[in-house]
């Protein structure tokens, strides 16, 4: 009886390793852990405290309600961003390594024309936005304009006068203005603030040293409110919650231009479908939290989901219209 177990040994273990192999192969529960089994990493190209860092923390609080799991910001600022997308590109597509962006993301490309060693389209997996801040043309009150249509007809009796500050050459808002101007076939006078950020430029606007912006909302919101910058147009398809008085470009004759600034999840290219489905659908429930509206209202920002193929098409075509800017402009990063 001894002889004859013995013999069989090798027989039981075959068949206990087809058995495994078949409950691998046709059990998706047992062949997977159910994702996320350890904690998230978000990484924010920018430092802690600025628009995108808290958006992305607010997100982050979210998800991690959501899925049980820590979501951890990881900041990772410097060289416009590259370094934080350079190391979400090259993480294991897993959904453990995931990129919190923003439109600048897109602007890659234009500044840095073949510099980086990843692609701002295919080496990523676009998830979904969860915000927007829209771009609003203001202007100081001492400015003798009072519409969209005055500021036009003003650049276009003095071309090349009409001064229009940004945070920078290549900056956000620096494509926005170049937008509109090729668009309207208008001559302006571009002011950067090279490194400076958006708050002196809000400064000597109010103080009648620059003639106008094209701003994102947050950055001047109060100002509008108070009374110490005039809003002329907003460029959103629709008529933003947090200035209704203000009109859009369309409504005020200046075309169909939209120039907003998104804030979105991004993972590395090649993330399993059901991971993707899974932070997708965390992402769009969060953009439609009333938290959510509550805190981007309080920063000027207004909820937005836009997922999957959508996003990605809206990032192809970003990339594509800023490289188009960039070189016609000649504009690269330092």
């Known amino acids: ?24 192969a046709f059990c998706p529960a047992y062949a997977q852990t ?32 959501a899925l049980g799991q820590p979501f951890i910001i990881d900041n990772k600022p410097g060289a416009g961003t590259i370094i934080a997308a350079q190391a979400v590109a090259s993480a294991p597509a897993d959904g453990y390594t995931l990129l919190f962006g923003a439109t600048n993301h897109t602007m890659i490309p ?44 003003k650049a276009r ?18 494509f926005a203005t170049e937008i509109f101007a090729r668009a309207q076939g208008l001559q302006l006078n571009h002011v950067p603030y090279k490194g400076k950020g958006a708050a002196p430029v809000v400064t000597d ?12 909302l947050g950055s001047v919101l109060p100002q509008i409110k108070s009374g110490k910058l005039r809003a002329l147009a907003v ?15 369309a409504e005020a004759g200046g075309g169909n231009y939209a120039a907003d600034v998104w804030y979105g999840v991004l993972a590395p ?12 659908r965390t992402a769009a429930d969060f953009a439609k939290s ?15 989901s836009v997922c999957g193929n959508a996003f990605a098409i809206r990032v192809a075509r970003e990339v594509t219209t800023y490289s188009q800017i960039a070189k016609a402009l000649d504009l690269k990063a330092d």
Do not use: W
């Not at 206990?16 to 078949?22: N, Q, V």
């Not at 969860?130 to 203001?138: W, Y």
């Not at 460029?235 to 470009?249: C, D, I, K």
């Not at 090649?270 to 932070?279: S, W, Y």
């Open 235 to 249: 460029g959103a398809p629709q008529r933003s919650a947090l200035v209704p008085e203000v009109p859009t470009f």
């Open 110 to 153: 234009a500044l840095y024309q073949g510099r980086v060693k990843f692609d701002a389209v295919k080496s990523f997996r676009h998830l979904c936005t969860v915000a927007s801040s829209p771009t609003v043309l203001v202007v100081p009150p001492s400015l003798p304009v009072k519409t969209l249509a005055d500021y036009q007809a």
């Open 1 to 24: 009886m001894a002889r004859n177990f013995k013999r069989n040994m090798p027989l039981a273990l075959v068949n206990h390793a087809l058995a495994a192999i078949f409950l691998v």
């Open 290 to 304: 009333e938290s959510a509206a509550d805190k981007l209202r309080g920063l000027g920002m207004d909820a937005e």
């Open 205 to 216: 606007l109010m103080g009648g040293q620059l003639d106008s912006s094209f701003a994102t």
């Open 269 to 280: 290219a090649g993330l399993p479908e059901p991971i993707a489905q899974t932070l997708e």
């Open 157 to 174: 009796a003095e071309p090349g006068r009409v001064t229009a500050g940004t945070a920078g050459v290549g900056s956000s808002g620096h």
């Open 34 to 65: 159910a994702y996320p089994s350890k904690p998230v990493k978000l990484v924010v190209g920018f430092a802690a405290g600025g628009p995108t860092d808290v958006v992305a923390r607010a997100f982050a609080d979210h998800a991690s309600k």
